[in-house]
Each structure stands twice: as structure tokens, then as C-alpha cells.
């Protein structure tokens, strides 16, 4: 691809005192991108969403989001960087003592500035995207757990943002469920016209909504190709991942863990 990526984590290190986790990882995601990140539990996936968002500096590399080189970025102007990203967080993130609509509302008056009207229509209108409309007075609470996935789905479309994030976006939910947000995902991302990186270890759910797959195994990028051509990739490794069986370079080889995930 010619064009500039919208993100690019460029030679990416990042230690943790004498853990490495990234280890010279190069990514690319280009608009329009639904990229799944693929790799085991405490591989640095997640890690890699905290950098793009600012909340972590690599050790060495660069962040860059289109231009703008995120870890380089005042604190003024990160929060203006963050209020282009939609973050869903692993376990929906909602607070506790906030209804719905409070808890919709949070991410506007905390980086935005709109009237109460303004954020009192894009509540309504981002509820009724991922079909919890009527909820607004409700407490999380109340809710089970595949519709505060989908209360923190219409939290992430708040800021209008040109990127999502997600976290482990079926953790916790049942097979039914899981495919409804699956759905619910593409339908969203293509309705609004954003670009969705989604962290996962769930193959059939990654290869149900991505339309580019990578995989992250000991600090670097072993694999990044289109869903089917990621399927049949002779890498021992993807295979392995992919297919799931006990034997094979994953299981004979100790992987980075990353402590903070």
C-alpha cells in the first residue's frame, strides 16, 4: 500500500526493568482497516492499544498517528489525539454508579465541548446504533453482560472518533452473545466509516470481522496478511495458533509475558 497509514508503530521496544515485551515490532493500519491482533495471553497485545492511546512510551521507536508523533505529544494535545479514539474496554469499563446516559456523557464533558443538547442527541442516537435504546436511566448494573458491551460500544462512538479500539471485545460472553457483538462491530465500523483495531484471541471471531489479520508472537509481528491467506500461512507458528493443537513451536518455546497485562 502506498498510502499513510493512520497508524504506524515503527520499530517499536518496550521493556518492563528486564522483561522484554515489544522487540523492534513494526505495524502498519490504514484507514478502513478492521486489523485483528492475534497472540497469547500476555503477548503485548493490549500493551500495544496503551501506546497508541499514549498511556504508555516505548523504550525505543516511534508512535507515529498520521503525522503526529504520540509520545512526543503535550498533554493538551494527546487528550485532542485521544478524543479521535474510541477505546472498548476488556470488561466494558462502565462505571458503577452512573446511569447510561452518565456514563455515555463522561468521555464528551471530560475532552469536549459540546451543549447538553448536542450530547443529549448523540447518546440517543449512538444507543439506538447498537440497539440499547431506553436505556439512558439505567445503571450497569441492571444490565447483563452483552448489553454493557454493547452501552461501552456506544461510549467508544461518543467523540465521533475516525478510530476504535478493542480490547478482548467477547471476554466474558457467551458463544450467542459474542457473535451478536461480532456483528455488531462490522455493522457499526462500516455504518460510521472507522477504522477498528481489535485485540483478541478468539479464531473465530477474529476471522469473522477482520479484513487484515496479525499476529504478535515474542515482541514482533510473525504474520500480517488477509484472514484467508492468514489461515493457510506456513508459518509453524500461526499454524499452530490457528489450529489450536498442543504441539508445535508455541508450546516448545517460553514467549514474552508482559506484566502489565
Request: aromatic fraction near 4%.
Amino acid at each position: 500500500m502506498s498510502e499513510t497509514p493512520l497508524v504506524h508503530l515503527e520499530n517499536i521496544k518496550l521493556r518492563f526493568g528486564d522483561k522484554t515485551v515489544l522487540d523492534g515490532m513494526d505495524l502498519k493500519i490504514f484507514s478502513g482497516d478492521r486489523l485483528a491482533i492475534l497472540g497469547q495471553s500476555g503477548g503485548g497485545k493490549s500493551t500495544m492499544l496503551r501506546l497508541i492511546l499514549g498511556i504508555l512510551k516505548p523504550t525505543s521507536g516511534v508512535v507515529r498517528y498520521r503525522h503526529l508523533q504520540v509520545q512526543r505529544l503535550s498533554r493538551s494535545k494527546l487528550n485532542l489525539l485521544r478524543s479521535r479514539i474510541g477505546m472498548v474496554y476488556q470488561y466494558s469499563a462502565l462505571i458503577s454508579s452512573m446511569t447510561v446516559r452518565e456514563n455515555l456523557a463522561l468521555p464528551v464533558e471530560e475532552l469536549g465541548r459540546k451543549p447538553k443538547k448536542e450530547v443529549d442527541e448523540l447518546i440517543k442516537e449512538n444507543l439506538a446504533i447498537v440497539g440499547m435504546s431506553g436505556t439512558e436511566e439505567k445503571l450497569p448494573s441492571e444490565l447483563s453482560g452483552g448489553m454493557r458491551k454493547r452501552v461501552s460500544l456506544a461510549r467508544a462512538l461518543m467523540m465521533q472518533p475516525e478510530l476504535i479500539l478493542f480490547d478482548e471485545p467477547s471476554a466474558g460472553l457467551d458463544p450467542v452473545i459474542s457473535s451478536v457483538i461480532d456483528e455488531l462491530i462490522i455493522s457499526l465500523t462500516e455504518k460510521t466509516n472507522t477504522t477498528s483495531i481489535i485485540v483478541t484471541h478468539e479464531m473465530e471471531s477474529a476471522f469473522k470481522i477482520a479484513t487484515r489479520m496479525a499476529m504478535l508472537y515474542q515482541g514482533k509481528i510473525i504474520e500480517d496478511a488477509a484472514p484467508e491467506r492468514f489461515r493457510a500461512s506456513a508459518n509453524p507458528v500461526v499454524h499452530q495458533f490457528v489450529n489450536g493443537t498442543t504441539e508445535g513451536p508455541i508450546t516448545e518455546t517460553p514467549s514474552h509475558a508482559d506484566p502489565s497485562e
